[in-house]
């Protein structure tokens, strides 16, 4: 079964053909990084505006690059939620008109899900295991059991560990994206520079639960005051010992919940998969089986959307036309939509 997938939850307008949730056809991704690099983030408005300036030639490529037609297509699956509202109409929208079109089903889909799902497009993984998504919006510890059985252990209580790196690298003036530049900063400093805390959650209810606002707090505003003194203060040495802290308060927590569950196999996803210092970390693991996928499914991607959509689609399962889009998840613990 061949499923267009279509994401268009941020700033990538993406589509991509993928044949029985595992071939991908193709997997074109429009980002607008240049667009939006002057204001060093993400702004919604020109973002949907983009998307419905782009969607049908970025469809009319994916179709090509796949070497079939639009009537080739058996089943459509869209991002939904969450993300910008604006931007996640315009996929939705487009998905509906080429279902009421075409006659074929379309399903809406959670891209944190398809996230999660991302690594299985390029390899066979047995579930269960314990998934790790890391993005500009979400920092999220969870169980999987299969591709739509998911029971989140610990997420982040305020920000994202994307949405840190990003903060910190525009009030430094890093770089755009923050995440890429901080990482390429930080592979020629020294992380001892700065000796930056980590969060001290008390509560039992927060044994793999993450915060990153105090340390972005500390990098911006009390950088002096976790400054060791033997190093020079420069963007390579605060990048170094900014990515170290945030990644390392992330694989606390992954080590508490690989001891509590016994899981071994930990399959990451989401933009700061990306991140090479994360990568080494994982890799370096005793006894734990790593997976992340390839960089260009790291980022949103319309590939993720179809694989994961075409398993909702086989077993017979399609949106009404009513279907409607959500900026945010609804649920964090084990009632996960």
Known sequence: MRILGIESSCDECSMAVVEDGKRILSNVIATQIDIHRPYKGVVPEIASRLHTEWIVPVLNDALSKAGITLKEIEGIAVTNRPGLIGSLLVGLSFAKGLSMSLGIPYI?????????????LEEDIPYPFIGLLVSGGH????RVDGFD????????????CGEAFDKVAKFYDFGY????????????????????PGPNLHKGDHRYDISYSGLKTAVVNQLDQFWNREYEKTPENIAASFQKTAINILLKRLKRVIEDTGLRRVVAGGGVAANSYLRSELSAMKEVTTVYPSLPLCTDNGAMIAGIGYHYLARGEAAPLSETVSARVTGFRKAYP
């Open 108 to 120: 809406g889909i959670n891209h944190i899900k398809a996230h999660l799902y991302a690594p299985l």
């Open 149 to 160: 059985s998911i029971e989140i252990l610990g997420t982040t209580i305020d920000d994202a």
């Open 139 to 142: 920092t999220i510890i969870c």
């Open 177 to 196: 994206p923050g995440g890429v530049a901080i990482d390429k900063l930080a592979r020629n400093g020294n992380s001892k520079a700065f000796n930056f």
